[in-house]
Nanobody, 124 residues
């Protein structure tokens, strides 16, 4: 069982930056692919970024490419999402997800484990 706890959300002006963190419990974190998803009010949850178990493969939705960076530190059981040049349309609750396989955390299917989410609000 993997438990995920997100942090780092908040209110920021357009053009600003935030770094989200997702701390995972359990000794098997390094074997899991990790991903970030987001859900804006009135919209469906959508894929944002994913990273393979060893960090060797990353992927992003088109609208965040060049602005967001996903990374992980397996020694700290933590995955990060660095968000730069934030836009009002990035406003959402951001969720961390984990799965033994990469495809689910890339939005292919539903990942096995989810965090509770952290709110990101970007003002114009």
């Amino acid at each position: 069982q993997v438990q995920l706890v997100e942090s780092g959300g908040g209110l920021v002006q357009a053009g600003g930056s935030l770094r989200l963190s997702c701390a995972a419990s359990g000794r098997t974190f390094s074997s899991y692919a990790m991903g970030w998803f987001r859900q804006a009010p009135g919209k469906e949850r959508e894929f944002v970024a994913a990273i393979s178990w060893n960090g060797g493969s990353t992927s992003y939705r088109d609208s965040v490419k060049g602005r967001f960076t996903i990374s992980r530190d397996n020694a700290k059981n933590t995955v990060y999402l660095q968000m730069n040049s934030l836009k009002p349309e990035d406003t959402a609750v951001y969720y961390c997800a984990a799965d033994p396989f990469l495809s689910p955390v890339q939005g292919g299917t539903v990942p096995r484990h989810w965090g509770q989410g952290t709110q990101v609000t970007v003002s114009s």
